[in-house]
């Protein structure tokens, strides 16, 4: 009689069920048309899901245990249960017959790119001497691509069979297990996990530096009669408002540095796990300054130990995380993006490992640079991430747009933010900042001052971001003149501006996320929010007056308000939501700038109106001081200023369309500045005779494309062409004295034609043109003979787009 033996498949329910299923039909009928022995599969019995805590089903009394083994299954599949209950089967059977017995038989369900635990690296025999293709793609892509793959998927599936025939004949059984004993079978997967957590940590660094000042929270707690009850306590005590944390606030409040200061923390800080807290919003054992409002529970807390010396939550391993790329790692690509020299020993699965464990923590900032179109999609990831690691702590950053705040508060997440900077906070800050330079020094001496004496200059720079902005502009004027009031406060309060992708330089994806909104709409629509709510509070504005003062009904503009006011959060960092139903300013001097800057150039506002109506010293005093340098110096160009580029013009509604010419010609400086001054677009322009200035005024002439230099014998240079990044084509005709080209290295010409070229070799500085592509250089002579390329420089660098031509003429 041929005997049966049992085996059971362990995998990562609910992923390629029926790939899964497609794969062990075709095991089954090759296992029963074999020769060897017969085998049967231990299915479970219907109506009962998979559960990873409680292992696979016939792991316990099966023969064979086949592990379909993906990065799936070893982070979230029954991986770390089903191999405590095999290696114990195994160390059973050799403790009884002093041999040790190998159920298990690993097999590559998908490529795992991690290193393998050390029980599974063990029990994999069998890949050595398969097709290249089965450790590459893995047998799920080989059954999937059957047709394709099926001479490789045939010799898998022999060896497979020849294998399982060989465990169950050739050695004596691995003992069974009782439910009791599979229960308490001790973790086993788990075993080089601890090695490589020492390693990852030496490997790790934070990423930015903490800030040289004490920063504090305001925690918002439950509503009570109405009222919402606010705590304020440090930032070293976060860990003990609960284990689920959203860290709200506008962007340049320092979010970053915080998460870097908590990893940091849990680098240095001591290894003891905090009593209590291994559930999402409960509190821990060390006691609150009095008067936080915040419960607490009595334990044992190590005498002369402060907040600062623990780790967060007792975890001794951060994976503070970055979504400025526009997503966030997976769980297998956490070691590769924090510590990269350590991830070719990190074994499969141990980032999940040490968050469902609870020894580690999540730390997730810059989600508001993930794209409007992706943003619902990476919070979605991220949730399921902790509903499936419901011990791992985790502290998220935003400035509150596209937060699923109902799904959160049923998530018992606790919401605070970083209270602004004090004065003595932001000069303890600046000099931090001017230590390492002397420039920044005597910037910080003019500036500290300033802010000493004007409470609008110093509530700009409450937030770190601010403050630093500030000092960088007044660094760079501190040699030349004393820089006006208004224009320190436009840099401060444009600080952490930024460019949309779609003007940066990947093009925008169709269908991902509405287009960019333009930053002349984006300048328009924040003066316009802070005039309509200068009689609401400016930290609780509700979100519907907001998205009314958005809607303008005079403008061309599609622009829904609700995708404004994403912009003014995300890109402007004028505004954030601390709430479902809230919008903010990030202090009420905010506000009062672009309140006053909306007053003074805007056509079509009653300033005195709106001061009757809301009356303040300060934004009067703006108001004045921005009218005042208006009538003097001419309109200022921009509310906020774009750090990179020029600055432009607010708005009241849709700009009107600028002038254009085909061509200009110009005889003087003085023709191409009225140019300038009629704001007309000239694409080609034609300079004869001698012409003064063109360094200083080709620049600031809009979508200038083409330039034609006749008729000037005095002309020996080029003139600096580095700031024309629109020019492409340069001719100049009837200029015999050129001779010096070497503007050309710096510019973004393509194209050059000079006529007359003395006859003298090409000049070296044409050959370091990187976008130069076609010169024609014309010289006279008494017969004509055919264009020659000329030859590439001794130095045996060549260009292969530019073509030198020089042909002459009678």
């Not at 340049?252 to 849990?266: D, F, I, P, V, W």
């Not at 020019?727 to 050059?752: G, I």
């Amino acid at each position: 009689m041929v005997p049966v033996y049992r085996y059971a498949v362990s995998y990562a329910h609910g992923r390629d069920e029926a790939w899964v299923a497609r794969f062990l039909d075709e095991l089954r009928r090759r296992l029963e048309t074999g020769d060897g022995p017969r085998f049967h599969r231990l299915v479970p019995p219907a109506f009962s899901d998979g559960d990873p805590e409680k292992g696979s089903y016939g792991t316990r009394t099966a023969d064979v245990v086949l592990a379909l083994c993906s990065p799936a299954y070893f982070n979230e599949g029954p991986a770390q249960r089903d191999w405590a209950v095999l290696a114990l089967r195994r160390s059973l059977g050799q403790a009884r017959t002093g041999v040790a017995p190998q159920p298990a038989l690993p097999l590559f369900w998908e490529p795992v790119e991690r290193r393998l635990p050390g029980p599974v690296m063990t029990a994999d025999v069998f890949s050595a001497g398969q097709p290249a293709e089965y450790r590459s793609l893995g047998l799920a892509l080989l059954t999937m691509q059957a047709p394709r793959y099926r001479q490789a998927l045939d010799r898998v599936l022999d060896g497979i069979v020849a294998r399982m025939a060989e465990m169950v004949t050739a050695g004596a059984p691995a003992p069974e297990l009782d439910e009791r004993a599979a229960e308490e079978a001790p973790d086993a997967i788990s075993a080089d996990d601890a090695a490589f957590t020492e390693r990852f940590r030496k490997e790790v660094v934070p990423a930015l530096p903490p800030l040289p000042v004490a920063r504090t929270l305001v925690s918002r707690g439950p509503a009570d009669a109405g009222h919402t009850l606010v705590h304020a306590l440090p930032t070293e005590l976060l860990p003990r408002l609960g284990r689920r944390i959203v860290l709200v606030g506008p962007a340049g409040a320092g979010h970053s540095t915080e998460l870097a200061r908590l990893g940091a923390r849990a680098l240095d800080g001591a290894s003891e796990r905090v009593t209590g807290g291994t559930v999402p919003g409960q509190v821990t054992a060390e006691p609150l300054p009095e008067g936080s409002g915040v419960r607490t529970q009595t334990g044992g807390a190590p005498a002369g130990r402060t907040a600062a010396d623990r780790a967060p939550w007792g975890c001794r391993v951060p994976f503070v995380l970055s979504a400025r790329s526009g997503a966030l790692p997976r769980l297998d690509g956490m070691v590769p993006t924090l510590a990269p020299l350590a991830a070719a020993q990190e074994p499969a699965g141990w980032a999940s490992r040490r968050l469902r464990s609870g020894q580690a923590f999540l730390a997730v900032d810059d989600l508001d640079a993930v794209p409007a179109g992706n943003r619902a999609a990476v919070w979605e990831w991220l949730l399921h991430l902790l509903e499936a690691h419901p011990a791992a702590p985790c502290v998220i950053a935003t400035n509150g747009t596209g937060v699923p705040w109902s799904r959160l508060g049923d998530a018992a997440f606790r919401f605070v933010g970083l209270t602004p900077l004090s004065p003595d906070d932001v000069r303890a800050l600046l000099d931090s900042r001017a230590a390492a330079s002397p420039e920044d020094r005597q910037a910080l001496g003019a500036l500290l001052p300033r802010c000493e004496t004007d409470p609008l200059l110093v509530g700009v720079a409450d937030r770190p971001a601010a403050a630093a902005a500030l000092l960088r502009t007044t660094s760079a004027a501190a040699q030349t003149v004393r820089i006006p009031r208004h224009q320190l406060l436009r840099a401060g309060v444009s600080a952490v501006w930024h460019r949309p992708r779609g003007e940066t330089t990947a093009p925008p994806v169709p269908g991902l996320a509405a287009s960019p909104v333009p930053d002349s709409v984006l300048r328009a629509a924040s003066g316009r929010l802070a005039v309509a709510t200068l009689g609401l509070d400016g930290s609780r504005i509700p979100l519907k007056a907001a998205l009314s003062a958005l809607r303008d009904t005079g403008s061309s503009d599609s622009t829904s308000p609700e995708h404004l006011l994403a912009a003014l959060a995300d890109r402007a960092g004028v505004v954030f939501r601390p709430g479902p139903d809230t919008v903010a300013f990030p202090n009420p001097e905010v506000r009062t700038y672009l309140a006053a800057h909306h007053l003074a150039h805007t056509l079509g506002t009653d300033a005195d109106t709106v001061l009757r109506r809301h009356p303040s010293a300060e934004l009067a005093s703006l108001l004045a001081e921005l009218r005042a340098a208006e009538t003097s110096a001419g309109p200022v160009r921009s509310v906020l200023a774009t750090p990179g580029g020029s600055p432009r013009r607010l708005p009241a509604g849709s700009p009107p369309p600028r002038p254009a010419v085909r061509w200009a010609s110009v005889r003087s400086s003085a023709e191409v500045r009225a140019l300038l001054r009629g704001g007309t677009a000239v694409p080609a322009l034609r300079c004869t005779g001698p012409v003064d200035g063109l360094a200083e005024v080709l620049p600031r002439l809009p979508g200038l494309r083409s330039l034609v230099i006749t008729d000037d014998p005095s002309l020996i240079a080029l003139p600096e062409l580095a700031r024309c990044r629109s020019l492409r084509s340069v001719r100049v005709l009837r200029c015999p004295n050129l001779r010096d080209l070497t503007a050309l290295e710096t510019s973004a010409v393509m194209f050059l034609d000079i006529d007359p070229w003395p006859d003298l070799p090409v000049p070296d500085g044409l050959r370091r043109a990187l976008w130069l592509s076609r010169v024609n250089l014309v010289t006279a002579g008494s017969r004509s003979r055919p264009a020659a390329a000329v030859p590439p420089p001794r130095s045996g660098t060549v260009f292969p787009e530019i073509r030198i031509r020089r042909r002459r003429r009678s």
